[in-house]
């Protein structure tokens, strides 16, 4: 037995069932020999929000986004705003030049696999805390060719670039690499998530799999190589466009949002993620706002805006430890106790699923929702919420819509970061047989790669 190894294809914004399609239709041959028909595939849950970034942290560190306080790619922490807004913890945005404080943001008690193994190599990911610098093998360079893929769309060449460090890469011995290919999201947020662009981007990722596979048969390292492909989220198309900031602007509230963190005395801050999850925080009241209280104060605003056809659900804190989940038709109750959950429809029942009637820890909750539109949705919402930057109002929106408008340049035509079934679902596929029996959270593929390495 040799040394054992693991490399990870994080295919950045791949659904299951495309995924499926190419490959039943010839397209992606590497990936349905080594991974459909002699390794493992399952449709698993990624996190909420989904979006990249934040639903790296479950594959590197076995958490997620609210365990690190790092609860979209944008958050907004009142407390600290309210100390100093202009203090480096009160808000932030990893969209831009604040990518660099992302490793320095998360919770040293959910060590990434990088600090566990140490020699880890990276390619493109933005998380490399405890990674060497020699190791970040697209380090150089990166920004610029990021840049050129944004506003040019000319998305293939980075993940053509990234599979050339790869190849570099295993060439040497190693332990473990994280390799991101972007351009399946790109494309899939430029053109549709079914587009031929698309389409060549999967092919890439295919024929990567392939070429690293025959490199590894030659140094005889397959056998004890895991090699594991996996997407942060899923991705719907896009038609309409509602942004949160301009409305409750309309509203009469002065907002603060990216970019227009300069607003004077802000009274409203909302901060979207993945273009299809936003956190609102109201400014006027220090700490926390509960359901009853803040539709007192701001009911007005956020009936108007739950019955907009954009939005799915708002998300609210019905005391300390519930959630309440509203729709324009009323309100439903997440409670939890001892880390456990139940739910009841009140007035309504915006996630769909019939009233528990009794406590589910992680695992039953996992079962629960699976098959519903909302997958995950109890552990997904409690996760976020232990968080204290997850904001007074967390909005999920509606499939065919999102939450940001006038910023996007160049227009997105597909979005994530909602908790529905079409953003959570993922498909895990892994090179060995019988590691993916059932559905399982992206939480759990840490686990298995750490199985693996330990072995």
Request: charged content about 25%; some cysteine; proline content about 4%.
């Amino acid at each position: 037995m040799g040394k054992k190894r693991v490399i990870f294809y994080l295919i950045d914004g791949a659904r299951p069932d495309i995924l499926q399609k190419y490959a039943q239709q010839g397209h992606l041959p590497n990936m349905k020999k080594h991974f459909l028909e002699e390794g493992s595939y399952t449709k698993g849950t990624t996190c909420f929000p989904s979006t990249t970034g934040p639903a790296y942290l479950p594959y590197l560190c076995g958490s997620f986004p609210g365990d690190h306080h790092i609860t979209g790619i944008r958050w907004f922490d009142k407390d600290a705003f309210k100390k100093g807004r202009w203090g480096r913890n009160a808000m932030r945005s990893y969209c831009g030049y604040e990518a660099k404080y992302f490793n320095e943001d998360m919770n040293p008690d959910y060590p990434s696999l990088f600090e566990t193994y140490p020699g880890g190599l990276n390619i493109y990911n933005m998380i490399t805390k405890g990674v060497e610098e020699e190791n970040d093998l697209t380090r150089v360079g990166k920004s610029k060719l990021y840049t050129r893929a944004h506003f040019k769309k000319i998305h293939h060449p980075v993940d053509k670039l990234g599979h050339a460090r790869l190849m570099e890469a295993i060439e040497n011995e190693f332990q473990f690499i994280f390799a991101v290919f972007p351009s399946i999201d790109w494309d899939s947020h430029y053109h549709h998530y079914d587009h031929e662009e698309t389409l060549e981007a999967y092919k890439i990722a295919d024929q990567s799999v392939g070429e690293v596979i025959q490199k590894l048969e030659e140094k005889n390292w397959l056998d004890d190589t895991l090699i594991v492909m996996a997407s942060d989220h899923g991705l719907t198309s896009t038609k309409v466009h509602l942004d949160v900031a301009k409305f409750f602007r309309k509203q009469g509230y002065r907002t603060l949002a990216y970019p227009t963190i300069w607003t004077l005395f802000p009274q409203v801050a909302v901060f979207i993620s993945g273009n299809s999850f936003a956190s609102v925080s109201f400014l006027d009241q220090e700490g926390f706002y509960f359901t009853d209280q803040l539709m007192k104060k701001h009911g007005q605003a956020l009936t108007a805006f739950v019955e907009n056809e954009a939005i799915d659900f708002i998300l609210t804190r019905k005391n300390a430890t519930d959630i309440s989940v509203i729709n324009k038709d009323g309100e439903a109750l997440i409670k939890v106790k001892d880390g456990q959950m139940s739910y009841e429809a009140i007035t309504a029942n915006p996630l769909g699923l019939e009233n528990t009637n009794k406590w589910l820890n992680d695992k039953e909750a996992f079962d629960y929702c699976f098959d519903s539109d909302y997958p995950d949705a109890f552990v997904q919402i409690k996760q976020l919420f232990a968080s204290h930057r997850s904001g007074d109002v967390v909005v999920s929106a509606n499939v065919g819509y999102d939450l940001r408008d006038f910023w996007e340049i160049p227009e997105h035509l597909g979005s994530h970061g909602s908790l529905h079934k079409e953003h959570i679902h993922v498909p895990i596929l892994m090179n060995k047989k019988d590691l993916l029996p059932q559905p399982i959270r992206t939480t759990e593929v840490y686990h298995l790669i750490r199985s693996h390495l330990d072995g």
